[in-house]
C-alpha cells in the first residue's frame, strides 16, 4: 500500500448543519462500492468555541494489503475539503489542511455569523471577498456557491446539496448509485434528501445553471416602486450616493410611512453633492445616507411587535419543519425595561414619568420579562394589538428623544462640514455608536454624545489656532476605534479625551496626534 492510495477527506461544521449525517453518507457510499474506509469525528460545541470536524479516509488500492488510516487530516496532505458554511473554509486554510497542490474545496458560500462576529460593538463580519480570494488562492480547485439558499428553495438540506456536488466533482472513487444507495439505507427524510442530492449534482455538472439558480434562491422579493416624486429626487444624486438613499427609503416606507421617508430625504438634503462632487464629500453623503437611515428606523417596542406578527416570519418558521402535520408552537422571550414601555406612548403623557425614572433609576430601568406564545389567539393579539400603536410613533416620547439626537448629531456634521471634509466624516461615522436596547442602549448613547462634544471642542481650538483640523480628526477616529472594540476600550475614552484636549490647548497640536493614535499597552 502506499500513500497515494488514500483518499482523505475532511468536513469543518457548526453545531446543526448536519456535518455528521454527511460525514456517515460518505462512509457508508464508499463501503457500497467496495472501498476500505474509515470515519473519525472530533466533537465540539455549535458556537464555534471548540472545533467540530468529521474526518474520512477511502483506500482506493486493489492489492489486498491492509490500509493503515490515520485518526486526523496532516496539515497539507489533505484532497477534499467540504465545508458547510464558508467562514469553515478560511479556518481551515489557517490551520493549514487546504493546499493549493491537492486539495479540492466544496463550499456553501452562505454565513452563519460566529461569537466574536456577533458580541463586536462595530461591524466586525468577516468579509466574504477576502474569504472567497483566500479559497480561490488556496485550493487546487474550488467549488464554491449557496447551498443553503437553494435546499430551502427546494425543500431539502444544505449537506444533501454538498453531498450531489462532492459525487459530481469526481474527486472520490465512490460511484453515484452508491451515494443514493448511501441515502436511502439511513431511511431519513429520503426523499428530499435525494432531491437535494441531485441537485448538488447539477451544480457541479452546470455550474452556470447553478449561479442562476442560486442567484434566482438568494434574490429575494423585487422592492416596490418609489412615489415618483422620491423616485426623481434619488435620481438627480449621483449614483454611488442614489444607490443607498434608495435602501434607506425602502427601509423606512415598511418601518413607517411615505412621510416619514419623505422626513429622511429632507434631513439628508443638505449633504447631496453635486454629480462632479469629489471623492470627499461623495463620502460623507454615502456615510450620513446610511447612518441617518439606520437612526431613524431605530427598533422600539412597535417595530418588534410588528415583525413578530408578521404572516412571513410564521411561514418562515414552519418551512423548517420536516413534519408538516406537526403543531408549530412559537414562545417569543421579551424583556422590555420602562424606558422602552413608555417609550411608545405620547411624549406628553409619560414625559414627566420619564424623568423622574432617570432620577430614580440612573444605572438602569426595571424590566418586565414575558413569555408570549404568539402562535395563540391571545398571544397573538397581545403583540399585534401593540404593533397597532405606529401611526403614534411620531408624537411618542422615544421619538422625540431619538430625533433631538439626531439632531443634534446632523448639526455637528455640518459644523464640521462647514471646517473641513475629513473631520465631517469622522463625525458623521460616530453615529455608527448608537446601537442596543436598554441599558447598553443608553450607556453608547452618551459615549456618543460624549465623542460629538469633545471633537467638536478639538476642533474650536484648532480653527483658533488656524493650522488644521488633523488632531480633531484623528481624535475622533481614536476615541470611535476605543469604543469599538468593547468596555475596555469604552473605559479608556475620558481619559484620552481629556488629555488630547489638553495637548490642543497647549497649543501641541502634534502631542495631540500622537496622544490619540497611542494605544493602551
Not at 423585487?222 to 443607498?244: H, K, N, S
Not at 423548517?320 to 421579551?334: E, K, N
Not at 400603536?389 to 462640514?417: D, M, N, Q, T
Request: proline share 5%.
Amino acid at each position: 500500500m502506499s500513500a497515494s492510495d488514500i483518499i482523505s477527506l475532511l468536513i469543518p461544521a457548526v453545531g446543526g448543519q448536519g456535518g455528521g449525517v454527511l460525514s456517515e453518507w460518505v462512509v457508508d457510499a464508499g463501503l457500497e462500492d467496495g472501498l476500505r474506509v474509515h470515519g473519525t469525528s472530533i466533537p465540539g460545541v455549535a458556537q464555534r468555541t471548540g472545533s467540530t470536524t468529521y474526518y474520512v479516509e477511502l483506500h482506493t488500492g486493489r492489492d489486498g494489503g491492509e490500509p493503515a488510516f490515520s485518526l486526523y487530516p496532516v496539515p497539507g496532505a489533505l484532497d477534499v475539503l467540504v465545508a458547510p458554511e464558508f467562514l469553515e473554509v478560511g479556518r481551515m486554510i489557517e490551520l493549514g489542511f487546504v493546499s493549493p497542490a491537492r486539495t479540492t474545496v466544496i463550499a456553501s458560500t452562505h454565513r452563519l455569523y460566529s461569537i466574536h462576529e456577533k458580541i463586536a460593538t462595530g461591524r466586525a463580519i468577516y468579509p466574504h471577498e477576502g474569504l472567497q480570494r483566500a479559497a480561490q488562492s488556496a485550493a487546487r480547485r474550488l467549488v464554491a456557491f449557496d447551498a443553503l439558499a437553494l435546499a430551502r428553495e427546494h425543500g431539502t438540506e444544505a449537506n444533501a446539496v454538498l453531498l450531489g456536488a462532492l459525487a459530481g466533482s469526481g474527486v472520490v472513487p465512490i460511484s453515484e448509485s452508491a451515494f443514493r444507495m448511501a441515502i436511502e439505507r439511513r431511511g431519513v427524510a429520503v426523499k428530499s434528501n435525494l432531491v437535494g442530492f441531485e441537485l448538488g449534482l447539477s451544480i457541479v455538472r452546470s455550474p452556470g445553471a447553478a449561479a442562476t439558480r442560486a442567484g434566482e434562491a438568494s434574490s429575494g422579493a423585487t422592492p416596490d416602486a418609489l412615489p415618483v416624486d422620491i423616485q426623481t429626487e434619488v435620481e438627480g444624486m449621483p449614483r454611488e450616493v442614489g444607490e443607498i438613499v434608495v435602501r434607506g427609503v425602502q427601509r423606512l416606507i415598511d418601518y413607517q410611512d411615505v412621510a416619514y421617508a419623505r422626513r429622511y430625504l429632507e434631513l439628508l438634503r443638505p449633504f447631496v453633492p453635486a454629480v462632479t462632487a469629489g471623492a470627499a464629500d461623495m463620502e460623507l453623503a454615502r456615510v450620513v445616507a446610511r447612518y441617518l437611515a439606520l437612526w431613524m428606523s431605530y427598533e422600539d417596542a412597535v417595530r418588534v411587535a410588528e415583525l413578530k406578527t408578521r404572516p412571513g416570519r410564521f411561514a418562515r418558521i414552519r418551512s423548517t419543519v420536516r413534519d408538516r402535520g406537526a403543531a408549530v408552537v412559537v414562545t417569543d422571550y421579551l424583556k422590555p425595561d420602562l424606558d422602552e414601555i413608555w417609550g411608545v406612548l405620547p411624549d406628553r403623557l409619560v414625559r414627566p414619568l420619564a424623568r423622574w425614572a432617570e432620577r430614580r433609576w440612573p444605572h438602569g430601568r426595571p424590566t418586565v420579562g414575558q413569555h408570549v406564545r404568539t402562535t395563540t389567539v391571545n398571544g397573538y393579539l397581545r403583540v399585534w394589538l401593540l404593533a397597532r400603536l405606529k401611526p403614534l410613533r411620531p408624537i411618542s416620547y422615544r421619538a422625540r428623544e431619538e430625533h433631538a439626537r439626531i439632531a443634534r448629531w446632523l448639526g455637528a456634521v455640518r459644523a464640521c462640514a462647514a471646517r473641513d471634509v475629513a473631520l465631517a466624516v469622522e463625525m458623521a461615522q460616530t453615529a455608527q455608536l448608537v446601537k442596543g436596547y436598554g441599558d447598553v442602549r443608553r450607556r453608547m448613547v452618551a459615549l456618543h454624545e460624549h465623542l460629538v462634544a469633545t471633537s467638536l471642542t478639538a476642533m474650536e481650538i484648532e480653527a483658533r489656532r488656524g493650522k488644521g483640523f488633523s488632531a480633531s480628526t484623528a481624535l475622533a477616529a481614536r476615541l470611535r476605534g476605543l469604543v469599538l472594540e468593547g468596555p475596555d476600550g469604552e473605559a479608556q475614552v475620558p481619559a484620552m479625551a481629556a488629555a488630547a484636549l489638553a495637548r490642543l490647548e497647549a497649543d501641541d497640536a502634534s502631542g495631540a496626534i500622537e496622544r490619540a493614535q497611542a494605544r493602551s499597552a
